[in-house]
């Protein structure tokens, strides 16, 4: 359960970012985070998941049986599959088959068996520890035969531990991990990246985050590496003087957000620095509701309730601060079940003479008194004795209180457990000591609905009833913001695991330029620097050039690493297009012939432009591919608007394929075109040696066709062309 404390303080910053006082990055090199917060564990059965600036990294170390897409908003609350490559559900048993041919950063493969000693973990000394123990309360047994993992529920059925097991807790953990003892933060992991070098629990010290070496998914890695520091209380400032990349979870600051946010000058000039987002936490006031206190009684809690509740906007602007939302339920805006809960038409005014004690985090900024304030004007006839606590979630325990201002978030999408937490009987999050069978057993019934609108629908209803009873008042929703130079691009943020560290990328050019001005990146490319980009723009205006690396696939290609994000000012028509200038590196174009670049747009290729009078016609399209020096290859492109480009080469089976074809348009002989077609057909079912013995064989063919007058000298020199770049994509 995530938790905060009134929430964030506010601060005014006393200082200016200045764009390009941060060092020039190179795509794939390393950029330095900054975190104010001090090291933890991370172990991943170690850590309680509180609110904290490491879920970024366990999201990117990690590969669970199910994951959170790399996406925000709603397309990243939906858990899905990911080392789990079938699912299967009978009851009270969950059975999955591991995807074969993963491993971990050891070269260790992932198997059912890490799975099962992860949950050991959690179900053991390490877990119970963290308090990660009641993740993994209802599991009866988890066994693993082979690449079948099996996990037996007890007590009723549930639809939750889908979203469980996309958490970070139940990361895989590799063969021989001791089930009780905490592992160094370099263990071994499953992820995209992993944890290279720690520097301990040390102030100021670091995580060294790395591509790990052995990962074979499809996640996009636009970083090579990540250098993170932790309890750095100059995070801010350090980012703003550009000795570093990124500041995570920094003050909600109405400077910062006016000169660098979303609205900003910096944000119309296409490089945004300050970013809010909406963090999976309600700021809540909680009631004692236990029986020698004031609040045990429903109906003057009601009272009470709704009299604040009418405030709501005053404490969403006043103490929520920058950026919150108002929200009269629950379930948190975006989430399964979420939906208006505020019962209290009819409720009357709170009964007079109430002596209320109320808890509130002692902060820097005035949002405690602050709460405290509105708290006495919407209970006039009452008094209201504030007591401010330096660790509200120890103090809660053991100080006399009716009210306690908390701010408490889900770990994941699913309501059940979130709800059941919070106003549960049994709740580890029930601080106010709330009991209601009735809401114990309508909770039980939802969370054991099939995913889906009707366990959606059974929620809100158990929402709205918990709000009748009034165990608590929910009043607004919190952002959080991060801090960026101005040479990071690629911001997305994942709703429950906080920024994508994994496709942030550098700015490699960021200005403005006039009509028929142009930017550029360079015009060599070397190994170091692979690619070299220029964008003309006819209009003129901010342009912007994000590079970064993709792992990802396209069927008949081998799609080439580099990536670039471009933004700039749509060309007015196709007439006077954007015009792009890519230069590709010897080293990345493997010596293969130009022709055989392509280049897509948005994940799409581009076919070549209609003529080469300069008109981008298709709207995007391939102008020129050239030879340079050195085995480099520039392409033109003419675009009437920028966006994400890739570049790729024919796959040896898509070169392949294309010569078929080749072979279909030259008009030959049934019998010569039949015996190189097989030959083809042979060479695209086997690697290695055996492709270049079949290569060999098809050239003999072509000439003995050709010396045989089979073929045409015309048609023997493209198609021996053709060999040629085989043997090259084929490494013969």
């Not at 990055?25 to 309680?48: C, F, N």
């Amino acid at each position: 359960m995530k938790r905060g404390g009134v929430l964030f303080a506010l601060a005014t910053a006393a200082f200016v970012l200045a764009l390009g006082a941060s060092p020039s990055h190179e795509a794939g090199e390393t950029i330095t985070v900054e975190d104010s917060v001090p090291w933890k564990s991370l172990d991943p059965q170690a850590d309680p998941g509180f609110i904290n600036n490491t879920l970024p990294i366990h999201f990117i170390t990690c590969e669970g049986l199910y994951a959170y897409p790399d996406a925000s908003g709603s397309a990243g609350m939906v858990a899905q599959p990911d080392v789990a490559a079938t699912t299967s559900i009978s009851g009270l048993t969950y059975t999955f088959t591991i995807k074969s041919g993963l491993e971990f950063s050891n070269g260790d493969p992932v198997t059912a068996q890490n799975f099962v000693d992860a949950i050991a973990r959690l179900q053991g000394p390490v877990g119970v520890a963290a308090g990660n123990d009641a993740l993994v309360s209802d599991i009866a047994s988890a066994t693993a035969n082979g690449n079948q993992l099996t996990i037996v529920l007890s007590g009723t059925p549930t639809s939750s531990l889908l979203d469980r097991l996309a958490q970070f807790q139940f990361c895989p953990v590799p063969p021989g991990t001791p089930i009780d003892t905490v592992q160094p933060d370099t263990m071994p992991t499953d992820g995209p990246y992993d944890v290279a070098a720690s520097s301990g629990n040390v102030p100021g010290g670091s995580w060294t985050l790395s591509q790990n070496p052995n990962y074979h998914g499809s996640r996009i890695r636009n970083l090579g590496t990540i250098v993170w520091k932790y309890g750095m209380s100059t995070a801010a400032g350090d980012v703003a003087a550009g000795n570093a990349d990124y500041a995570p979870n920094v003050a909600l600051d109405q400077t910062l957000n006016d000169t660098y946010g979303a609205i900003s000058l910096a944000a119309a000039q296409g490089h945004q620095q300050y970013f809010l987002n909406s963090a999976p936490l309600v700021g809540l006031i909680v009631f004692n509701t236990q029986h020698d206190h004031p609040l045990a009684n429903k109906t003057t809690r009601q009272e009470v309730a709704c009299a604040i509740a009418a405030d709501r906007a005053n404490y969403t602007s006043q103490v929520g601060g920058l950026g919150a939302v108002p929200v009269n339920d629950f379930i948190l805006p975006g989430f399964p079940g979420s939906g208006p809960a505020d019962p209290c038409a009819g409720v009357g005014a709170p009964p007079p003479n109430l002596a209320l004690n109320g808890l509130f985090r002692k902060m820097s900024s005035p949002q405690g008194s602050t709460a405290a304030g509105l708290i006495q004007n919407d209970l006039p006839n009452d008094t209201v004795a504030p007591t401010f606590s330096t660790n509200i979630f120890s103090d809660i325990a053991n100080t006399n209180w009716d009210f306690a201002l908390l701010s408490i978030g889900p770990d994941n999408t699913d309501p059940g457990a979130f709800l059941a937490s919070l106003f549960g009987t049994d709740g580890s999050e029930n601080f106010g000591g709330f009991a209601d069978g009735s809401i114990d057993t309508d909770i039980g019934l939802a969370e054991a609905m099939p995913l889906g609108p009707d366990r959606d629908a059974a929620f809100a209803n158990v929402d709205a009833e918990i709000a009748a009873a009034a165990p608590a008042v929910a009043e607004y929703a919190v952002p959080r913001a991060d801090l960026f130079s101005a040479w990071i691009g690629c911001q997305v943020y994942q709703p429950i695991f906080g920024m994508n560290l994994n496709l942030l990328c550098i700015r490699v050019a960021d200005t403005s330029v006039p009509a028929g001005g142009s930017v550029s990146t360079g015009t060599d490319a070397t190994p170091a620097a692979p690619l070299q980009t220029g964008v003309t723009t006819p209009t003129g205006g901010s342009v912007s050039i994000q590079q970064g690396v993709t792992t990802a696939t396209t069927s008949g290609y081998s799609l080439l690493s580099q990536q670039l994000v471009i933004t700039a000012p749509p060309a007015p028509d196709a007439q006077h297009p954007l015009v792009l200038t890519f230069s590709l590196d010897a080293s990345v174009v493997n010596g293969v012939d130009p022709a055989t670049v392509d280049v897509f747009h948005d994940g799409a290729v581009i076919p070549g432009c209609a003529d080469q009078s300069g008109t981008a016609s298709p709207p995007t399209c391939v102008l020129s591919r050239a030879p340079l020096t050195g085995g480099d290859v520039q392409v033109t492109v003419l675009t009437t608007s920028a966006s994400t480009w890739n570049f790729a080469l024919l796959s040896p089976a898509g070169y392949a394929a294309a010569t078929i074809a080749r072979i279909g348009q030259l008009g030959l002989p049934r019998g010569t075109a039949a015996i190189l077609v097989g030959t083809l057909q042979v060479y695209e079912k086997v690697k290695g040696k055996a492709a270049c013995l079949d290569l060999t064989a098809l050239a003999l063919e072509i000439r003995t066709a050709q010396a045989g007058k089979t073929i045409s000298k015309a048609a023997a020199s493209e198609l021996l062309a053709d060999v040629a770049q085989l043997r090259m994509l084929s490494h013969c």
